[in-house]
T-cell receptor
């Protein structure tokens, strides 16, 4: 069965500095991988997805992630954090188009 | 832009009561899902539904839960006899048919269920 591990429960950065949110996955197949963001009291919004095409995936709001099969990782990055990026971020894996398995989430805090 | 909608946004109920959470998936989607998120915890898969039947369910989805697509637009989650531990945010999601590549699930805004 597929699973993800988000290595940091909380990341704090200063505005304008780079963001790195780490995710490792486990899958028996060629997985599809996603990053979703959840702002307070809001639903889940898709940031980006990897579905066996290009390993470097660009998403919305300047985020990108790189699929590294040898490291079973799918880390989320952004060159320069903005105050509006403060939210909960979920790494998600899906095998064969079935249910999605969520990581525990990483809360991103952006300091002015 | 099409979106998944859920009603109500917040439901308060007494323990032991039945609740029905409603979802309207995106119109051309064929795969439907329910997830829940207990406060402060991660999002957990409950059930997936395709072609008018459950395709997969988690260990959380016991006999107290059921899903239904009563018409061509709604997708419902019923909890027969709510327990305190059912208090959570419930998310509905839908997904388009796959044509060569996997399509992501689109999530609704959630229904917050509070069981007293």
């Amino acid at each position: 069965a597929q699973s993800v591990t988000q290595l940091d429960s909380h990341v704090s950065v200063s505005e304008g500095t780079p963001v790195l949110l780490r995710c490792n996955y486990s899958s028996s197949y060629s997985p599809s991988l996603f990053w979703y963001v959840q702002h307070p009291n809001k639903g889940l919004q898709l940031l980006l997805k990897y579905t066996s095409a290009a390993t470097l995936v660009k998403g919305i709001n300047g985020f990108e992630a790189e699929f590294k099969k040898s490291e079973t990782s799918f880390h989320l990055t952004k060159p320069s954090a903005h105050m509006s990026d403060a939210a909960e971020y979920f790494c998600v894996v899906s095998d064969l188009g079935n249910d999605m398995r969520f990581g525990a989430g990483t809360r991103l805090t952006v300091k002015p | 832009e099409p979106e998944v909608t859920q009603t109500p946004s917040h439901q308060v109920t007494q323990m032991g009561q039945e609740v029905i959470l409603r979802c309207v998936p995106i119109s051309n989607h064929l795969y439907f899902y329910w997830y829940r998120q207990i406060l402060g915890q991660k999002v957990e898969f409950l059930v997936s539904f395709y072609n008018n039947e459950i395709s997969e369910k988690s260990e959380i989805f016991d006999d107290q839960f059921s899903v239904e697509r009563p018409d061509g637009s709604n997708f419902t989650l019923k909890i027969r006899s709510t327990k305190l531990e059912d208090s959570a945010m419930y998310f509905c999601a839908s997904r388009a048919p796959d044509f060569g590549s996997y399509n992501e699930q689109f999530f609704g805004p959630g229904t917050r269920l509070t069981v007293l």
